[in-house]
């Protein structure tokens, strides 16, 4: 009967398929039954249903272990016809059971149907299984098939529907909290070079991709015209094949979309690519992005890179500013330095190999860069105190006697006094390392005679940076020595003058500092 009343369906009567009609997927449909005809009735009743334009697609299982097969392989089954008697007579009812509470699957609208109702009666079935219709296969006809069919697949529609606004809700949630904290991780990087290494490792974690990366900066009065030269865009960073590449290296396709981000004011998603238009509102400065190899991005990823992209340029002026304040100070502080020096008859480029001496065995010594930065701008400082030391004890070519000897020795304190009252990070390192670079290891050093780590770790490595410069290069009162008597006799001091593990790192990494010192030599006077 149920064939036959099939077979009159207007449901077969259906408009033949345009060449240029979208073809949408279908609503797959699980025939749970160990009766082949059921199978062929079914699918033959139901061919020509359509909801929303899609057609259905079955998958076939004859009892219901090979139903639970089916059902881990397809998470995708939007509604199952399921036999109550099987392999055995609840086979069906267990099949139920086991989709709900075993395979956690709430989605698919589960229709009960069976040729003995009076074995699994009906008010029992449905309250005590996560069912959503039970028929008696006799009273299932076509056209009965297919009212449940349009009320099982619109549940299931809602349902998904329901699921994937919650998914949106939650990856968008999820995006913004990795904006948030890629953000927050660019704002504690301090330096240019640190920042765009980030940027770089930020945003493809922020897409979830492995792709090739370039982050460059041009100046916004260049890039008013809409158009920028090689020559005028600075490349600040890159990965994969643009790892140390050079502006004059970039495709002049890849110049091209950059342009034309810069003409439109905004990121562009084209040609495989993104371009990240970052601009700073009081900067001189814009940031550009080109990462490759990016294959379709959600629109969900689009606006959290367009958020993403206006904290990157808050991030990014932030920078510049607190790097315009530190240059600053670090220039002042260097010239500072550079008129001491110059006062006591010795090379302005003391400082300077002082600055970079400091920094590297910072660094060494397992400082962080924050810390090794710091040192770096502050020991220009160390010797500021004298100022105050009168000409005669200062530029005397020979010893000092008992007198002149406690002069000198002032300059620590009054360096101290100059500068403890800064509230400023650079300004408060240069105040301690001023007061304690004269400070020796054992105890023995002036003013206050510390000893070991009481001394703090800025002063010990300046205090070995400063006797090596100082025994590398002639001064008033001595001629520079030779490398090797150098080292000699600063390893007799290890442990007495010098921290013995900061001076096995200097002396194990001497190339470094040779570099230095052979950098910023000292130019003869005329």
Not at 63 to 72: D, F, I, T, Y
């Amino acid at each position: 009967m149920l064939l036959d009343m099939a077979k009159k369906s207007p449901l077969f009567a259906g408009k033949k398929k345009t060449s240029n009609e979208k073809i949408l997927p279908t609503w797959k449909i699980l025939i749970v039954d160990d009766e082949p005809d059921i199978h062929s009735v079914t699918k033959l009743a139901l061919s020509r249903f359509k909801l929303d334009d899609r057609g259905l697609s079955f998958v076939n299982a004859y009892s219901g272990e090979q139903a639970k097969e089916v059902l881990k392989e397809h998470t995708d089954i939007a509604v199952a016809f399921v036999d109550v008697v099987m392999e055995s007579d609840h086979a069906g009812l267990e099949l139920v059971r086991w989709v709900r509470d075993d395979l956690k699957n709430k989605n698919v609208r589960i229709i009960l149907r069976t040729g003995q109702p009076g074995q699994a009666p009906e008010e029992d079935v449905i309250v005590n299984y996560d069912i959503n219709d039970y028929k008696a296969k006799a009273e299932l006809d076509s056209r009965k098939l297919s009212t449940s069919m349009y009320s099982a697949l619109r549940s299931y529609r809602d349902i998904m529907e329901i699921e994937a606004a919650r998914l949106t809700q939650h990856k968008h949630r999820q995006g913004l909290e990795k904006v948030i904290e890629a953000t927050s991780g660019l704002f504690e990087l301090r330096t240019l070079h640190r920042f765009a290494d980030g940027l770089l490792n930020q945003v493809a974690g922020l897409l979830n991709l492995q792709a090739e990366t370039l982050l460059l900066t041009c100046n916004s009065i260049d890039a008013i015209s809409g158009h920028v030269e090689s020559s005028e865009i600075e490349v600040l960073a890159g990965t994969g094949k643009f790892e140390n590449c050079g502006s004059e290296k970039i495709p002049e396709s890849i110049y091209t979309l950059l342009n034309r981000a810069l003409a439109e004011k905004q990121c562009l998603y084209v040609e495989n690519a993104f371009i990240g238009y970052f601009p700073t509102k009081t900067s001189k400065w814009i940031n550009l992005l080109y990462v490759d190899g990016v294959n379709e991005l959600s629109e969900l990823d689009k606006k959290l890179i367009d958020i993403f992209a206006i904290n990157v340029g808050v991030a990014f002026e932030n920078l510049l500013l607190n790097q315009e304040v530190e240059d600053t100070q670090s220039e002042l502080i260097l010239r500072l330095g550079d008129v001491v020096e110059s006062r006591s008859k010795e090379a302005a480029n003391h400082v300077k190999r002082m600055a970079e001496y400091s920094y590297e065995l910072a660094i060494l010594a397992g400082l962080t860069e924050y810390q090794a930065d710091l040192l770096k701008h502050a020991s220009p400082m160390h010797d500021v105190g004298k100022i105050s030391t009168p000409d005669a004890v200062l530029l005397k070519p020979g010893k000092l006697d008992d007198d002149e000897w406690k002069i000198m020795q002032q300059h620590p304190q009054i360096g101290y006094q100059i500068l403890e009252s800064s509230d400023r990070p650079i300004l408060k390192a240069a105040a301690t390392i001023s007061l304690q670079h004269h400070e020796k290891y054992d105890g023995s050093g002036y003013p206050n005679g510390l000893k070991g780590d009481d001394i703090h770790i800025y002063a010990r490595i300046v205090a070995i940076a400063d006797v090596y410069d100082a025994l590398t290069h002639k001064r008033c009162y001595k001629e520079a020595w030779a490398l090797d008597d150098v080292l000699e006799e600063m390893k007799r001091c290890s442990g007495t003058h010098f921290d013995p593990h900061l001076l096995a790192l200097f002396i194990d990494n001497i190339d470094i500092f040779e570099r230095i010192r052979l950098h910023w030599q000292d130019v003869p006077s005329a």
